[in-house]
């Protein structure tokens, strides 16, 4: 009896009408993994691309983080500084005048600091090139200097320029009763999460769609199918606190009856994706999450972000985004 109500809520739901592609394909992925990265983008291995691509190579330099490329940079002019130096020590060591060491490593070093000076093209004047060959030496590298400095501000700029969102989600998605008297009729129960902006720019006219991902196994093979969630209010105009992004679970939610069984059952996958018009640059950003079947707290509420300061001013804490509480239905 138990199996019959089971199957009668899974055939409920893959009978509904689903969304046909969402640009991930059908296949299944029988290793449960999830589609959407926590930050945003796909969970697919590309393979068969070339080895050196211009434009993924400038693409990945903008879209880094800041870390990377700051590494990236102060590694490439390190490397190319010791390239030219080993150069000088191995072709034209004594080409170099007024030098100061007494001993290899104090000259290494000597024709290290010329060669940042050249790459530079700083020159502060005690070191010069006195040979032809190291002169040659010399200005290639200060032209290839004033390339690399060129592009690296190109891409400082393409990075800075380049408008991005920077939003905060909250670690769980949580199932739990909800009502509403007017929003959510006949919703008993919600699936939410939060967000909130982590930066001091202003977004505007914010707007959220939540995709549910499901597997279903059809002639022996599992299918992976999509269906769009109707949110209780799917656009803001103005995010300045948190919001709560809500689906009320009622008879017409793929949602309904289900269990956490059941969610892990069908590899169930929630994407998020946000779009909103930055006041800052007055371009619009995007942004993408998920949550997998996995992140899913049942029967617990967020706990408010929003206080009081001491002169009455309203208050975002931000370390909150995640903070959950009990309700009335979880056990103490």
Known sequence: MLNEFKAKKLNRLFNQNSTTEFGFGNTGNASGQRILNKDGTANIKRIGEPKFNVVNIFHSLIMMSWWKFSLFVFGFYFTLNLLFTLTYYTLCPDDIAGMIYTNENNKFLEIFFFSSQSLTTVGYGRLNPTGALAGSIASIESMLGLLGFALATGLLYGRFSRPTAKLLYSENVILTTYHHPTLSKDAPTALMFRIANARRNQLLEVEATVLFSYTEMINGKAQRKYSN??????????????????????????????TAIDLENIEAEFMISLKAIDDTYVQQIYDRNSYHFNEIKWDVRFASMIGKSENGATTLDLKMISALEKTNNQNA
């Open 229 to 258: 969630l109707i949110l209780e209010i799917p656009k803001i105009n103005f995010l300045a606190l948190s919001w709560t992004i809500v689906h009320p679970i009622n008879e017409e939610s793929p949602l309904h009856g289900l």
